[in-house]
């Protein structure tokens, strides 16, 4: 007798399994030259930094005494405040009976030394956003630093960039290693204002390179705009029912939307953020011969602070909104 589909079912094996092993997409990382890499740090859970001020000048008159002034001083904090990891382990008999198990094991190790470092990206985030006063233009020199779009349905435009260039000039942030971190909705919504149906030159090769990528590729904006050398990132901290006002004092409301921040980060003195790494991302193995299984995980600790407020700007924006 023949041979069949029909009376040979236990030779079919319907349900097959592919080596290739789809992984999760990730959004970039930020480059970890956005903050103060604090090196001085190495025990203790508080770190104090000292702070110092102007010094007051004065008119100086023949035969009279000086005024002898002291400088403002004082003190920022960094604290170790987060610890965090992943732990799993794999059975013995998994690793009999399973099949690709160790590329599933170092997929696990992957994912969960990705996990910590977004989310250390998105503390830090956070942590820049928290550190003005909320519902405040927490002004430098009369000009604020924390104001919502002015663009159409809070859009990001750019009139804000050039009020916020304006904010870093008044409080003497250093021109070079200006950078904004935007919600890729802001990206979108300065795309939508030079589409090809824009009078645009077409033999410019900003404009050909704005046709071709868009406004951002690979995170970054294509071009720097106003002083500004622009990122975008998914992690951006959320802002809910604030009242702000826009740069210039109108519109003040209630706003809800995404903190896009703004900050100079030339070098040390000027970053306002700053972090500590206690411990790194590491993975640690163990053996639990008890229940015939090998145990891992991974940890990380550290802390994250802000150390000055004058080279901080946030701009809330529709987290929807494109035009």
Same mark, same amino acid.
């Given at each position: 007798?023949?041979?069949?589909?029909?009376?040979?079912?236990?030779?079919?094996?319907?349900?097959?399994?592919?080596?290739?092993?789809?992984?999760?997409?990730? *959004?970039?990382?930020?480059?970890? @030259?956005?903050?103060?890499?604090?090196?001085?740090?190495?025990?203790?859970?508080?770190?104090?930094?000292? @702070?110092?001020?102007?010094? @007051?000048?004065?008119?100086?008159?023949?035969?009279? &005494?000086?005024?002898?002034?002291?400088?403002?001083?004082?003190?920022?904090?960094?604290?170790?405040?987060?610890?965090?990891?992943?732990?799993?382990?794999?059975?013995?008999?998994?690793?009999? &009976?399973?099949?690709?198990?160790?590329?599933?094991?170092?997929?696990?190790?992957?994912?969960?030394?990705?996990?910590?470092?977004?989310?250390?990206?998105?503390?830090?985030?956070?942590?820049?956003?928290?550190?003005?006063?909320?519902?405040?233009?927490?002004?430098?020199?009369?000009?604020?630093?924390?104001?919502?779009?002015?663009? @159409?349905?809070?859009?990001?435009?750019?009139?804000?960039?050039?009020?916020?260039?304006?904010?870093? *000039?008044?409080?003497?942030?250093?021109?070079?290693?200006?950078?904004?971190?935007?919600?890729?909705?802001?990206?979108?919504?300065?795309?939508?204002?030079?589409?090809?149906?824009?009078?645009? *030159?077409?033999?410019?090769?900003?404009?050909?390179?704005?046709?071709? &990528?868009?406004?951002?590729?690979?995170?970054?904006?294509?071009?720097?705009?106003?002083?500004?050398?622009?990122?975008?990132?998914?992690?951006?901290? &959320?802002?809910?029912?604030?009242?702000?006002?826009?740069?210039?004092?109108?519109?003040?409301?209630?706003?809800?939307?995404?903190?896009?921040?703004?900050?100079?980060?030339?070098?040390?003195?000027?970053?306002?953020?700053?972090?500590?790494?206690?411990?790194?991302?590491?993975?640690?193995?163990?053996?639990?011969?008890?229940?015939?299984?090998?145990?891992?995980?991974?940890?990380?600790?550290?802390?994250?602070?802000?150390?000055?407020?004058?080279?901080?700007?946030?701009?809330?924006?529709?987290?929807?909104?494109?035009?």
């Amino acid at each position: 007798m023949a041979q069949t589909t029909g009376n040979t079912t236990a030779f079919i094996e319907a349900q097959q399994y592919s080596d290739f092993i789809l992984m999760n997409l990730h *959004d970039g990382l930020l480059p970890t @030259t956005f903050y103060r890499n604090v090196s001085d740090f190495g025990s203790g859970t508080v770190l104090d930094i000292k @702070t110092v001020g102007s010094a @007051t000048i004065q008119e100086i008159t023949e035969n009279e &005494d000086l005024t002898y002034n002291p400088i403002d001083s004082g003190t920022v904090q960094l604290q170790i405040t987060d610890y965090i990891g992943d732990a799993w382990y794999i059975t013995d008999l998994l690793r009999q &009976d399973g099949s690709q198990v160790e590329a599933l094991h170092s997929a696990r190790a992957a994912e969960a030394t990705r996990a910590i470092q977004e989310n250390f990206e998105t503390r830090f985030l956070a942590t820049m956003n928290a550190g003005q006063t909320a519902a405040d233009a927490n002004e430098i020199n009369g000009f604020s630093h924390r104001f919502k779009a002015a663009g @159409t349905n809070l859009t990001l435009s750019e009139a804000d960039l050039i009020d916020m260039r304006l904010s870093f *000039d008044k409080a003497n942030v250093p021109q070079g290693g200006r950078i904004g971190i935007v919600d890729p909705v802001s990206a979108a919504a300065f795309s939508k204002r030079a589409q090809l149906t824009a009078n645009l *030159d077409a033999a410019s090769a900003t404009t050909q390179q704005l046709v071709k &990528d868009g406004f951002h590729k690979e995170h970054q904006f294509v071009t720097e705009m106003y002083g500004f050398s622009l990122w975008t990132s998914n992690r951006l901290p &959320d802002v809910s029912g604030e009242t702000l006002a826009e740069a210039n004092g109108d519109n003040s409301g209630s706003t809800s939307g995404k903190a896009n921040l703004f900050m100079c980060v030339l070098d040390d003195q000027c970053k306002p953020g700053m972090i500590a790494w206690r411990q790194p991302p590491k993975v640690e193995t163990g053996r639990d011969r008890s229940k015939k299984r090998d145990e891992f995980d991974t940890t990380a600790r550290w802390g994250v602070g802000v150390q000055r407020l004058d080279s901080l700007g946030v701009i809330v924006t529709s987290a929807t909104a494109t035009a």
